[in-house]
């Protein structure tokens, strides 16, 4: 299972950014999917997921009304479309593959990519 973040990079406050997330999972279909964060010095936190064919997607408290997460089964691809960014958001962000809904809990993950915000 490899999963490749991709779609960091620098943004003022108030920017947007789309991170993509290829999966070669065989059974990404039928796979519920996450993105994490971990900001320097802080411990990794849940920042959405979506099930396995983008019925239902839950965010954090953090994230929600800014983040949304969807996905493509056709490319294997879960993406997270960041708007109205904020110093706050700048961390490395992960996906993964879910073995658990609630509490979200990763079990493949990806090597991340780093947002970085701009006050």
């Known amino acids: 299972v490899q999963l490749q973040a991709s779609g960091g990079g620098l943004v003022q406050a108030g920017g947007s950014l789309r991170l993509s997330c290829a999966a070669s999972v065989r059974t990404f279909s039928r796979s519920n999917m996450g993105w994490f964060r971990q900001a320097p010095g802080k411990e990794r936190e849940f920042v959405g997921q979506?099930?396995?064919?983008?019925?239902?997607?839950r965010s954090a408290d953090s994230v929600r009304g800014r983040f949304a997460v969807f996905r493509d089964n056709a490319k294997n691809t879960v993406y997270l479309q960041m708007n109205s960014l904020k110093p706050e958001d700048t961390a490395v962000y992960y996906c993964?593959?879910?073995?658990?809904?609630?509490?979200?809990?990763?079990?493949?993950w990806g090597q991340g990519t780093l947002v970085t915000v701009s006050s």
């Open positions: 993964a593959v879910l073995s658990k809904w609630y509490p979200p809990t990763g079990t493949y």
């Open positions: 979506i099930d396995w064919n983008g019925d239902n997607t």
